[in-house]
T-cell receptor, first 112, second 113 residues
Framework: DAGVTQSPTHLIKTRGQQVTLRCSPK?????VSWYQQALGQGPQFIFQ???????QRGNFPDRFSGHQFPNYSSELNVNALLLGDSALYLC???????????FGSGTRLTVV | QKEVEQDPGPLSVPEGAIVSLNCTYS??????FMWYRQYSRKGPELLMY????GNKEDGRFTAQVDKSSKYISLFIRDSQPSDSATYLC?????????????FGSGTQLTVLP
């Protein structure tokens, strides 16, 4: 039973560029949440997608956007990258919006 | 002030020791409390989940919640080198819609053989 799959594992981008991160949820899960984890910090909630719509958003600027596809997979897009966007980006899937999370191993984004 | 404060560590203990990990919070709306374990280069995995004050035990792990003091703890008995990881407390408010977790900053634990 595959868990949450994220791609790519690592990514290096230049300041000002745009990036797309991808997430496939655990089998049977229909909801995807994205978190940003800076080095030495706990994860911070970015947003949650359910039924292909953004349902709740954390304190992140509009440069962060997302999408959920009919097969429940999701993308996180970040525009106009800043050095401060360097972090581990975690995808968590759940059954329903209030269900228990299963986290992926994350995408390590480095902005130079 | 952060909504959730966690003892930063790092913490280093000998194998077999009892470990105590602690978090305080300021938002009295938090009703669900979790402890996650995160190994290096991995995502967090859920260890314990509780929604009431008191103790909850699962094997070598005990989660303790004191809502009146806004304080939660995780105890690990007979600690093993395989317990070496970062431990994150997390909390959420009751919601029929999206569950948004608020995490502490994590405590890095090393159990020495």
């Amino acid at each position: 039973d595959a868990g949450v799959t994220q791609s790519p594992t690592h990514l290096i981008k230049t300041r000002g560029q745009q990036v797309t991160l991808r997430c496939s949820p655990k089998s049977g899960h229909d909801t995807v949440s994205w978190y940003q984890q800076a080095l030495g910090q706990g994860p911070q909630f970015i947003f949650q997608y359910y039924e292909e719509e953004e349902r709740q958003r954390g304190n992140f600027p509009d440069r962060f956007s997302g999408h959920q596809f009919p097969n429940y997979s999701s993308e996180l897009n970040v525009n106009a990258l800043l050095l401060g966007d360097s972090a581990l980006y975690l995808c968590a899937s759940s059954l329903g919006q209030a269900g228990g999370y299963t986290f992926g191993s994350g995408t390590r984004l480095t902005v130079v | 002030q952060k909504e959730v404060e966690q003892d930063p560590g790092p913490l280093s203990v000998p194998e077999g020791a009892i470990v105590s990990l602690n978090c305080t919070y300021s938002n009295s709306a938090f009703q669900y409390f979790m402890w996650y374990r995160q190994y290096s280069r991995k995502g967090p995995e859920l260890l314990m989940y509780t929604y009431s004050s008191g103790n909850k035990e699962d094997g070598r792990f005990t989660a303790q919640v004191d809502k009146s003091s806004k304080y939660i703890s995780l105890f690990i008995r007979d600690s093993q080198p395989s317990d070496s990881a970062t431990y994150l407390c997390a909390m959420s408010v009751p919601s029929g819609s999206a569950r948004q977790l608020t995490f502490g900053s994590g405590t890095q634990l090393t159990v020495l053989p």
